[in-house]
């Protein structure tokens, strides 16, 4: 199924064309019908000469409706743009194209319609020059009358080249479901309509209602006035949800996927439109079926920070417009660059922040926001519209690599300050350590800790200080360093581990001491390896292959991919896209 809007001046034929296409009538009110205007959304459907199905959303033209068209076509990706032949261009026309475009919509047709009553020439040269200047660019246009049917197969024929055209939505997209209308059905509770943009709903899926954070459960799904079992997007959908009353829900609110979406009230964006100086104060931001009142900040020239009234379920690279109602006048398009931005409580943050965001886009970047974040949730970041590739460091923290690294070196002098200041005590206990690297969890703590440092018992001790090992094991571990005195990353092969008597239980030992590093599941280095191994690796010409990093380091692909890739996790080495490494902090402690 798809899903188009339509959008155009105030009598310009909207609703006739909607019912003389879909025999359906979308003005659902007797106001409506008794006004001959149309007030709110509304609803009809259609099936193509393709057999494509395609569902209409129609919205008033008149400028006190505005709010409602914005309702309608804020999730709807595809438009049906309608000017009389008669009247031409109009103030509403321009209006709803300015929102279009502030949205970003790229993909519509335009239809001159009442073209029994005028020549539609005029009408679609002016509207085609003014659709082609906005994201909509060249649209094909269509004559028709809704009075005398005429040209309307056309444009059933331009409608299936349209959709034949729109990119396939994503099935597997986190459910957001934007809610245009609620009601109650008698022994049904309360059914909830919106445009399903991506994603799959299925009976029986739980979500949450973003305004509350509430649970509910969807009890029944309609689609064009048939019950399924699953709709995916595009389509209309009605929602019957169990565990929620009526009156919790309303249009602006939406429905998503559990523990997939930040609600946020604090928004970072990028205004296309009137200079972020010339804003008002005060607007209203129109995203999805949302119309929220916001306070502007401005932060650079074009961008600033947006205050929400009530806080919404927005991603990295949302589209929304912002409206002066007062003007009556978009005054831009916003993308959302940031939905946990910091807060700019310090001098000059303003502009400091102002800075950072002249180089963001809206476009997911992952390491970007690592960068800048330097320590965040995978989840969280997931649930900014942040694709994760990144292997979490601890738990589901995801740590920036030169983050980690200062970190290790914050934890190395610590220990070492510590072991100076209180020579007696045994390492400094981890709670401590949590607590001077500002760390959020005890986790993250643990996984800094590498060779030469070792965790015993709740505090981090520097392994080389005490071995508590059996002495058969010292022993072994002696030959070993003997072993290896001129080329540390030859690590011993199967045969002299077992010759030393190093099994795995041994080898464990070993290096739960820090008597040994573990490399891999049967590759063994001494302490201080990593470091060494850094420090030689700092000598090449940067970046360096796999091959030149193992012949730099006289050893084998056996210890020299698990060596570098453990680097990489401590973030003394950075993997480039071609694969090649190159050195990241200056090593300590070389050995
Ligand atoms: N002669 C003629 N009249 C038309 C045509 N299309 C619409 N009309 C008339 O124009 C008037 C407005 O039509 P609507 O379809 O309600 O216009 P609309 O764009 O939906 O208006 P709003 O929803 O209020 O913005 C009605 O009286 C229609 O009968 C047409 O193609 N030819
Ligand atoms: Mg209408």
Redesign the pocket.
């Known amino acids: 199924m798809h899903v188009i809007a ?1 959008a ?12 003389a296409l879909t025999g359906m009538e ?2 659902r009110w007797a106001e ?1 019908r008794r006004r ?4 709110d959304l509304g609803f009809a459907w259609t099936t193509l000469p393709s057999g494509r199905q395609l569902a209409f959303v ?5 400028e006190r ?1 505005v709010p409602n068209m914005l309702a309608g076509v804020g999730p709807v990706p595809t438009v049906l743009f ?1 000017v ?3 009247e031409g261009w109009m103030p ?1 026309s321009a209006e709803h194209l300015a929102a279009l475009d502030a949205l970003e919509v790229r993909h519509g047709l335009l239809v001159v ?5 005028a020549d539609p020439a005029p009408a679609r040269a002016q509207a085609g020059k003014e659709i082609a200047a906005t994201s909509l660019g060249e649209v094909e246009a269509v004559a ?5 049917g005429a040209g309307l197969d056309a444009l059933r024929s331009a409608l299936d080249r349209l959709l034949a055209t729109l990119p396939a939505p994503d099935a597997q997209a986190d459910v957001r479901l934007w809610i245009d209308r609620s009601f109650t059905v008698k022994g049904s509770g309360s059914v909830v309509t919106g445009t399903l943009a991506a994603g799959t709903m299925r009976a029986g899926d739980q979500l949450v209602l973003a305004g509350t954070g509430a649970r509910v459960r969807i009890r029944g799904l309609q689609s064009l006035g048939e019950t399924v079992p699953t709709v995916g997007a595009v389509a209309r959908v009605a929602v019957n949800l169990r565990g929620v009353h009526r009156d919790e829900l309303g249009r602006g609110d939406a429905l998503v996927t559990p523990g997939r979406f930040l609600t946020t009230d604090r928004l970072d964006v990028r205004v296309h439109g009137d200079p972020v100086a010339d804003l008002p104060r005060e607007a209203l931001l129109h995203v999805g079926s949302a119309a929220i009142p916001v306070r502007i900040r401005p932060l650079g020239a074009d961008t600033a920070r947006l205050t929400l009234a009530t806080p919404l379920p927005l991603r990295i690279g949302d589209r929304a417009l912002l409206r002066d109602p007062g003007r009556h006048h978009v005054a831009g398009g916003v993308r959302v660059l940031d939905v946990r931005p910091p807060p700019l409580a310090r001098r000059g943050a303003a502009r400091a922040r102002a800075g950072v965001l002249t180089g963001m886009d809206g476009r997911p970047d992952e390491s970007g926001e690592l960068a800048r974040r330097r320590l965040v949730r995978r989840g969280d970041m997931a649930a900014m519209g942040v694709p994760v590739t990144a292997v979490p460091t601890a738990g589901d923290w995801l740590v920036d690599p030169t983050y980690l690294a200062e970190l290790r070196q914050s934890l190395d002098r610590l220990v070492a300050a510590h072991a100076a200041a209180h020579p007696l005590e045994d390492g400094v206990p981890l709670e401590v350590v949590r607590h001077r690297l500002g760390l959020p969890d005890r986790a993250l703590v643990e996984a800094l800790v590498a060779a030469p440092l070792a965790l015993r018992e709740g505090r981090i001790v520097s392994a080389g200080d005490r071995l508590d090992l059996p002495p058969a094991i010292a022993q072994a571990v002696q030959q070993l360093a003997h072993d290896l005195a001129d080329s540390p990353f030859t690590a011993p092969e199967a045969g002299r581990l077992a010759e030393l008597g190093l099994g795995s239980g041994e080898l464990a030992a070993a290096v739960r001491a820090g008597a040994l590093v573990r490399v891999a599941d049967a590759v063994v280095l001494l302490p201080g390896a990593e470091q060494a191994a850094a420090a030689r690796l700092a000598d090449l010409p940067q970046p360096f292959t796999l091959s030149q990093a193992r012949q730099a380091l006289g050893t084998t692909r056996r210890v020299a991919v698990p060596l570098l890739e453990l680097l990489d996790r401590q973030g003394r080495t950075a993997r480039l896209p071609d694969d090649r490494r190159t050195v990241r902090a200056p090593a300590t402690n070389t050995s």
């Open positions: 339509t155009g001046h105030v009598d310009h034929g909207k609703s006739t064309l909607v019912r979308p003005d409506e001959g205007m149309t007030i129609d919205v008033p033209g008149h409706f309608v009389a032949a008669d509403q319609t009442r073209s029994d009553l028709v009358s809704g009075a005398t």
